[in-house]
């Protein structure tokens, strides 16, 4: 067990410099996931808009004073001069984003059916007008409606009623069915996770590889006994003991940081599918220490392999929000089937899917055509070499 042993003295050498690694990209992990699960515990709830409004009332009635209370209830009235250049640099500037002017005579208007227009001036790009443009709609429509359907009601007790009626509110609770709630930090960490472990496992291969790569430790290599295939079998041993260590420590901690983790059903696919990952990357690892030819490369290309698919599979940015171009290039990367594989044991129902098995399966395969590829290439350079 020579050369397992050369290895493991080489990783114990090496240790603090990787644990550097693995303590940065456990700290960035744990941060991105807490970040990430709190937007989206924001997105997943409900919370009316309230927009900045300018609203300029031409005539003074019950109907005007009674619109304008309700929609300082549903809107930040701001207080601008009446003067087109204030009102244009409001808008630009974005002091409001809508302005509302009633026109003398709208509220004869309005009781006679046929009501004056309401002249509105808004920002083209601000969506949360349409949350205004709601306000609206809802007092003078609901209005509208008891005018109709109370002929003989004077205009206070219609105020009255649509006042009434709109200050009941609706409450809005966002729940999830067929099964229980998925744990969002749970999937934003191990999601993340594929971008700590390959990066570590890079590193620390790269750094052994190279060192069987140094030309009077090959030489004596070749002449000692000990076979070539024993040769080969040590080395991915070594790394194997240090993939497992880095699976291992990267599990634990998520154990330690995450105070309501549990080991159910969905946390052991979680894991499973996070062990497929440490196969695949020790894979990618063999692979790319087999090509390196330089030791000042070797923090490069682990950004490169780490970084670059994580950001067109999933892991930063969503696969919900990348384009169909994105997730067609991200296909070739063993990441977007192990994030894939994440998200659906997350959203995980009463009943298995079997999409979950599929893309692991992918995803090993990936580690096996590394490993294939790695000993291809080793066996290509030693009879070049030779």
């Not at 490169?304 to 999933?314: A, E, K, M, T």
């Amino acid at each position: 067990m020579q050369v397992f042993n050369v290895s493991m003295k080489v990783l114990k050498r090496n240790a603090p410099s990787i644990l550097i690694y693995l303590g940065i990209f456990l700290g960035l992990s744990l941060l991105f996931a807490s970040n990430s699960s709190e937007q989206e515990a924001e997105y997943a709830s409900f919370e009316t808009v309230k927009t900045p409004v300018a609203l300029f009332l031409e005539e003074d009635t019950p109907l005007t004073r009674s619109f304008e209370a309700y929609l300082k209830e549903n809107a930040y009235l701001v207080t601008v001069k009446d003067e087109e250049k204030t009102l244009a640099d409001a808008l630009y500037f974005r002091i409001v984003t809508y302005v509302i002017r009633i026109p003398e005579g709208f509220t004869d208007s309005f009781l006679d059916g046929e009501p004056l227009p309401i002249v509105k001036e808004t920002l083209p790009d601000a969506i949360t007008n349409i949350y205004t443009d709601l306000s609206i709609e809802n007092f003078f429509n609901t209005a509208r409606v008891y005018i109709e359907s109370l002929p003989d009601a004077s205009l206070s007790e219609v105020l009255e009623k649509t006042n009434s009626t709109l200050s009941v509110k609706t409450p809005v609770n966002v729940e999830t069915y067929g099964g229980e709630k998925p744990s969002s930090y749970t999937r934003f960490y191990f999601n993340y996770m594929s971008y700590s472990m390959v990066s570590i496992l890079v590193l620390g291969t790269s750094i052994i590889m190279l060192l069987w790569r140094d030309l009077p430790l090959l030489r004596r290599t070749e002449v000692s006994p000990l076979k070539k295939s024993s040769i080969q079998l040590q080395k991915v041993m070594s790394l194997g003991v240090f993939t497992l260590l880095t699976f291992v420590l990267l599990n634990v901690f998520y154990f330690l940081v995450n105070r309501n983790a549990v080991l159910d059903d969905k946390t052991l696919l979680h894991i499973g599918n996070s062990f497929i990952l440490a196969f695949t990357s020790m894979g990618m690892s063999f692979l790319v220490g087999t090509l390196l030819k330089s030791r000042n490369a070797i923090t490069a290309v682990s950004n490169v392999v780490s970084l670059g698919p994580s950001f067109i599979s999933g892991v930063f940015v969503p696969q919900a929000l990348l384009g169909e171009g994105v997730l067609t290039l991200a296909k070739v990367t063993p990441t977007y089937y192990y994030v894939t594989a994440n998200e659906l044991i997350a959203a995980l129902g009463n009943s298995m899917n079997e999409k979950i098995y599929t893309n692991m399966m992918i995803l090993f395969a990936f580690g096996i055509v590394f490993f294939l590829l790695a000993f291809y290439f080793g066996q290509r350079r030693k009879t070049t070499s030779s």
